[in-house]
């Protein structure tokens, strides 16, 4: 039997047809191994740049490790960020270095040497220990953007006893007697907050106008009317030099630990290396962050990105006021018109109020029985924050907080204190529940990519508004906040500033609410100026810094963990002044 192949040896036919049709059929159910090919177009992104010369099959390490049975998100956010680092090395690195060399292991080695480093041990122990980020959304924030509303407002009433004039004679008699002068920041605001909480990650700005006399009995400062506090760069210098020393170990010091045989757990580089990583850390991705996060026109784009843009103009904004008005004053024309108006709101008042009631039980029944030490009372940071925010502390020229609204916040602080234990279970339930899950992780990967990556290539920046862009931001801010806030929100019981001069005014200025431009620009007030959004910036990220590193934080002795250490505390106390007074 003569075969109808080329060959010159016949094949061989299978015993019997049944054979042949089990071999054909465990080729299909087996797939095939994978193999490296020269195209690497069916393989992610993150793999041709990153894992260039690994086998497709072969598992890559995770950059937050979980446990056994975690949720099968965490795999998905490993290689969203795994994307994410890879868009940025191409975007960085490979652009300018292809032109030099078309080895594709700088990449790689970048990724594997440092950046992996320094990202999976925070985020993995912020995976496994998430208590630190909610203790510092519950208590932390809220304290810091108190502290910061206290002291602005502070700097502020100085400004009504100290006005800049006689601020600039002083100055002029400081400078006269060798003192170390700053003068600029505005006004004078910045300068006087800085008096009131002098922090050492803030520094005068080196771009200002300098003025550096040398004459003798001159100041050596630095002095001029563009003069702005911001963010030291030696501060950011220090942070970014602290976490790679701590996270990435030098050559030298992993030769002299493995000839003492001690175990090498990450690869070392060197100090040439380390210097290269930290300006670039500090200066490109720090620098550049809080650079903008200390620019008002920065939050008004946030503002009106997550808000969107105002639909209404300032006229057709008018007119329609107007129109409300005259629909108000139709309901209003009939006694049945009203009653039918007044029962209609009363049961949409009614009906939400008792949805509201049903989920915040729903949401008790499913929150922990126990009550853990440290978050008891974590309600009482962000009631002080809505307290300074709301104005019911200040008391500037003459300004008197109403009776009603006095009436109206001791009884939200009554409700407060009743409800104080629940509270304490709820909060925290809250933030594990619907903040701090794999979904959110998703949403912030997702939204950095699409800022920072929009087609897979980063954008060019945007040069900053100028002054008249600054302006119209705001005015379009004011006009959405005016659009999104409720009605009901309206009537906000905002402290008055100013002398509030006959009952008229007084009755107009509450009726006007937040909705009146005053108001709102009393909401957006807090970010207004530069140099005080400095030094917020500057607490946020040393207490940010402490969250997710806590070994770069220097222990104190005031700082106490729970009862036993203050009980170890108040004995070590006693038993001092024991000894001292046998000693006596």
């Given at each position: 039997?003569?075969?109808?192949?080329?060959?010159?040896?016949?094949?061989?036919?299978?015993?019997?047809?049944?054979?042949?049709?089990?071999?054909?059929?465990?080729?299909?159910?087996?797939?095939?191994?994978l193999t490296r090919t020269k195209s690497t177009?069916?393989?992610?992104?993150?793999?041709?740049?990153?894992?260039?010369?690994?086998?497709?099959?072969?598992?890559?390490?995770?950059?937050?490790?979980?446990?056994?049975?975690?949720?099968?998100?965490?795999?998905?956010?490993?290689?969203?960020?795994?994307?994410?680092?890879?868009?940025?090395?191409?975007?960085?690195?490979?652009?300018?270095?292809?032109r030099f060399s078309p080895n594709r292991t700088l990449s790689p080695s970048i990724n594997r040497t440092i950046i992996q480093p320094i990202i999976s041990p925070i985020l993995t122990d912020i995976y496994l220990h998430p208590d630190r980020l909610c203790r510092f959304l519950l208590i932390d924030l809220p304290t810091i953007l108190t502290l910061h509303l206290k002291t602005?407002?502070?700097?502020?009433?100085?400004?009504?006893?100290?006005?800049?004039?006689?601020?600039?004679?002083?100055?002029?008699?400081?400078?006269?007697?060798?003192?170390?002068?700053?003068?600029?920041?505005?006004?004078?605001?910045?300068?006087?907050?800085?008096?009131?909480?002098?922090?050492?990650?803030?520094?005068?700005?080196?771009?200002?106008?300098?003025?550096?006399?040398?004459?003798?009995?001159?100041?050596?400062?630095?002095?001029?009317?563009?003069?702005?506090?911001?963010?030291?760069?030696?501060?950011?210098?220090?942070?970014?030099?602290?976490?790679?020393?701590?996270?990435?170990?030098?050559?030298?010091?992993?030769?002299?630990?493995?000839?003492?045989?001690?175990?090498?757990?990450?690869?070392?580089?060197?100090?040439?290396?380390?210097?290269?990583?930290?300006?670039?850390?500090?200066?490109?991705?720090?620098?550049?962050?809080?650079?903008?996060?200390?620019?008002?026109?920065?939050?008004?784009?946030?503002?009106l990105k997550l808000l969107g843009e105002p639909v209404l103009k300032i006229s057709t904004r008018t007119n329609s006021q107007n129109a409300m008005k005259e629909r108000e004053a139709a309901k209003r024309g009939?006694?049945?018109?009203?009653?039918?108006?007044?029962?209609?709101?009363?049961?949409?008042?009614?009906?939400?109020?008792?949805?509201?009631?049903?989920?915040?039980?729903?949401?008790?029944?499913?929150?922990?029985?126990?009550?853990?030490?440290?978050?008891?009372?974590?309600?009482?940071?962000?009631?002080?924050?809505?307290?300074?925010?709301?104005?019911?502390?200040?008391?500037?020229?003459?300004?008197?907080?109403?009776?009603?609204?006095?009436?109206?916040?001791?009884?939200?602080?009554?409700?407060?204190?009743?409800?104080?234990?629940?509270?304490?279970?709820?909060?925290?339930h809250l933030i594990f529940r619907y903040i701090l899950t794999p979904q959110t992780s998703l949403k912030v990967i997702d939204i950095l990519e699409k800022v920072l990556f929009p087609d897979g290539y980063p954008v060019p920046s945007p040069p900053d508004p100028t002054e008249v862009e600054v302006v119209d931001l705001k005015e379009r801010t004011m006009r959405r906040l005016d659009e999104v806030i409720p009605t009901p929100m309206k009537r906000v019981p905002f402290a008055e500033d100013g002398n509030v001069n006959g009952k008229e005014d007084g009755v107009q200025t509450r009726r006007a609410g937040v909705g009146s431009e005053v108001e709102l620009e009393r909401l957006l007030d807090p970010i207004e100026n530069t140099s005080c959004n400095a030094h917020l910036v500057a607490m946020l990220l040393n207490c940010l810094g402490a969250t997710l590193i806590p070994d770069l934080v220097v222990p104190s002795q005031n700082d106490l963990g729970g009862e036993d250490d203050v009980d170890d505390a108040c004995t070590e106390m006693k038993e001092k002044e024991k000894g001292v007074r046998l000693d006596e």
């Open positions: 039997m003569s075969s109808s192949a080329p060959s010159s040896k016949p094949t061989r036919p299978p015993k019997n047809g049944l054979s042949g049709i089990t071999s054909s059929s465990n080729s299909a159910a087996q797939p095939p191994n177009v069916h393989l992610p992104l993150y793999r041709r740049i990153l894992f260039p010369h690994d086998d497709p099959s072969s598992t890559i390490p995770q950059i937050v490790r979980g446990q056994r049975g975690d949720s099968p998100e965490l795999e998905v956010i490993n290689e969203r960020l795994y994307n994410l680092i890879a868009l940025a090395l191409r975007a960085y690195v490979q652009s300018w270095y292809i602005l407002d502070e700097a502020r009433s100085s400004l009504e006893y100290l006005p800049a004039d006689q601020e600039k004679s002083n100055i002029a008699s400081a400078s006269n007697s060798n003192d170390h002068v700053v003068s600029g920041s505005g006004n004078g605001l910045g300068r006087r907050y800085h008096s009131r909480l002098p922090l050492l990650s803030i520094s005068v700005s080196s771009h200002a106008s300098t003025d550096t006399v040398d004459t003798p009995g001159a100041g050596g400062g630095i002095r001029g009317e563009d003069g702005e506090y911001v963010v030291s760069p030696l501060y950011l210098k220090a942070l970014s030099s602290s976490m790679i020393n701590h996270y990435i170990p030098s050559t030298s010091s992993q030769h002299i630990e493995a000839g003492q045989g001690g175990r090498k757990d990450a690869e070392g580089i060197t100090d040439l290396e380390k210097i290269m990583t930290r300006e670039i850390l500090a200066n490109l991705v720090l620098g550049s962050t809080v650079k903008r996060l200390v620019q008002r026109w920065f939050w008004y784009q946030i503002i009939s006694l049945d018109e009203m009653v039918v108006y007044w029962f209609n709101t009363t049961l949409q008042i009614l009906y939400t109020l008792w949805n509201i009631i049903i989920n915040i039980v729903a949401l008790y029944s499913a929150s922990p029985k126990e009550v853990f030490p440290k978050y008891q009372r974590s309600w009482e940071p962000t009631m002080l924050f809505l307290k300074e925010y709301l104005g019911l502390n200040r008391h500037r020229n003459g300004a008197k907080i109403t009776w009603s609204t006095r009436l109206l916040w001791g009884t939200f602080e009554l409700m407060l204190g009743l409800c104080g234990h629940w509270l304490d279970r709820l909060l925290p």
